[in-house]
Every structure is written in C-alpha cells, then in structure tokens.
Nanobody
C-alpha cells in the first residue's frame, strides 16, 4: 500500500510561485511513475506533469516543473508565473509502469488558489 501526503498549497497572487510536495511512504520511485494532476471546479481532472521511474519528466504546463528527491522519497511541483486559471485542487499520484492513472494511488489533494 502506497501512501502519499501532499503539502505546500495555499493562496497566492497572480504572477507568484508555489512549490507543492508529495511525500511517499517508502522508496517507490524506482518502480512507480509519479504524476501531478489538478481539478478545477466544474472541470475534469487533468494531468499536469509526470516523472518516470528512470527520472524522465514531462511537464505539460510549461510554467510548471516536476522533480523528485529520492533520498527524501518526495516529489515536487514547482509552479511559476501562476494565473487565476491555475486555481484547482492538485493531486499527487503514483502508478506502476504497466498501469493507468485509474489504478494509481492518490494523495489527499491540495488546494491552490491564485488571486487576480
């Protein structure tokens, strides 16, 4: 059982930055792909960034950067130049290479609110 605990959300003004953290229960990064998703009110959950077990990352939102610290079993999402439309609940997730996000382990979600 994988447990993911997120932190770092909050309220920020447009143009500001936030860094989200996701602490995993153990050394799972060698076998799990980690991802950050977000869900805005009234919208579907969308994938924001991923980092694979080999360390390769994809940032679907150019202002955001995913990274990880293997020694701390923690994944980060650095968000810069935030916009009001980035307001959403952000979720950390972990999935095995052979599985989809529908079979992933999920964190509790972290609210990010960007004021104009």
């Amino acid at each position: 059982q994988v447990q993911l605990v997120e932190s770092g959300g909050g309220l920020v003004q447009a143009g500001g930055s936030l860094r989200l953290s996701c602490a995993a229960s153990g050394n799972i990064f060698s076998i799990y792909t980690m991802g950050w998703h977000r869900q805005a009110p009234g919208k579907q959950r969308e994938l924001v960034a991923t980092i694979s077990s080999s360390g390769g990352s994809i940032n679907y939102e150019g202002r955001f950067t995913i990274s990880r610290d293997d020694a701390k079993n923690t994944v980060y999402l650095q968000m810069n130049s935030l916009k009001p439309e980035d307001t959403a609940v952000y979720y950390c997730a972990a999935r095995r290479r052979s599985s989809g996000w529908g079979e992933a382990y999920w964190g509790q979600g972290n609210q990010v609110t960007v004021s104009s």
